[in-house]
């Protein structure tokens, strides 16, 4: 099945989406994370559209096609979740199922505590609650360490200059070596590469981490999510342990976890087995 693109626009910019599927089908939201885009959803896209579902992977703000606003205060997880909202708003979508990867399972979280009614099932791909992240980083040293990235991304210029070093090796190597062999092909990073050199997309990218410390969410009426929500957790994750998931289910009302021997690329790695085990749980009545 063939993937299409265009643009919406939503809350005050244009976000480039891939999409699949046939109109009036049930809407599935595909959310990527960092540093992905669109391609993050390659094994699934069309997986899931050929299963009934219209399908819709947006580039979120700040990555390849999609708009790139200037300043950290356009990056807080408030404006990423009605980003999403906005966009269901223009397809006239009232209902709709979300999936998210990293730091799009973070909207994801987000969406699901301040916009219950919008969506009927949640899929969290290995990134916690975000309550268990804020304690986790203020109480766990150990996370803390694994996490000393998102530390070094706070700062001005640098981040960029060293994501962009040597034709982006490190973002390469955060695909590549830490991850099963042959999940990135070398044709895909390819793509990827051109993703990340679109004008304004590494500080678009990194302004999502700053954002989180510097343009901090609004306090909802609850931080527990009483859709129904199952978490796919890869257990080999190298920054975010299976703890964190297991924490997270204090704060789902309607919940269960799922482990894969896989890293925090699941989605890449083995879509084979992920696939059939996230349409189950959207078919589960």
Not at 21 to 48: D, K, M, R, S, T
Not at 226 to 245: C, K, M, Q
Request: charged share 20%.
């Amino acid at each position: 099945m063939s993937i299409s693109f265009r643009y919406i626009p939503t809350n005050g910019i244009k976000l480039h989406i891939a999409e699949a599927g046939i109109q009036g089908n049930p809407v599935l939201i595909l959310l990527h994370g960092f540093p992905e885009f669109w391609y993050a959803w390659i094994h699934q896209i069309a997986f899931f559209a050929s299963e009934g579902f219209h399908v819709i992977a947006p580039d979120q703000r700040g990555y390849n096609l999609s708009d790139k606003p200037k300043g950290v205060k356009n990056y807080g997880l408030d404006i990423l979740c009605e980003d999403i909202i906005g966009l269901l708003d223009h397809e006239k979508v009232q209902k709709c199922y979300l999936i998210g990867h990293d730091w799009g399972a973070m909207v994801a979280w987000g969406l699901g505590m301040k916009f219950p009614e919008r969506f009927y099932k949640l899929g969290i791909i290995n990134v916690p609650h975000p309550t268990v992240m804020k304690k986790n980083l203020k109480n766990n040293k150990e996370q803390r360490r694994k996490s000393a990235y998102m530390f070094l991304f706070q700062l001005p210029w640098l981040p960029e200059y060293l994501l962009a070093k040597n034709n982006f090796l490190y973002l390469v190597k955060t695909l590549k070596k830490r991850t099963k062999k042959g999940a990135f092909s070398d044709e895909e990073l390819e793509i990827y590469r051109r993703a990340w050199a679109q004008k304004g997309a590494l500080s678009g990218m990194i302004n999502w981490y700053r954002g989180i410390f510097r343009a901090a969410p609004s306090r909802g009426k609850t931080n527990r999510i009483s859709i129904p929500t199952h978490i796919f957790w890869g257990e080999n994750d190298y920054v975010l342990g299976r703890e964190l998931a297991e924490q997270s289910m204090k704060y789902v009302e309607h919940g269960e976890i799922s482990f894969f021997d896989a890293t925090h690329w699941i989605m890449h790695e083995i879509p084979e087995v992920l696939n059939p085990s996230l349409l189950a749980f959207l078919r589960i009545c």
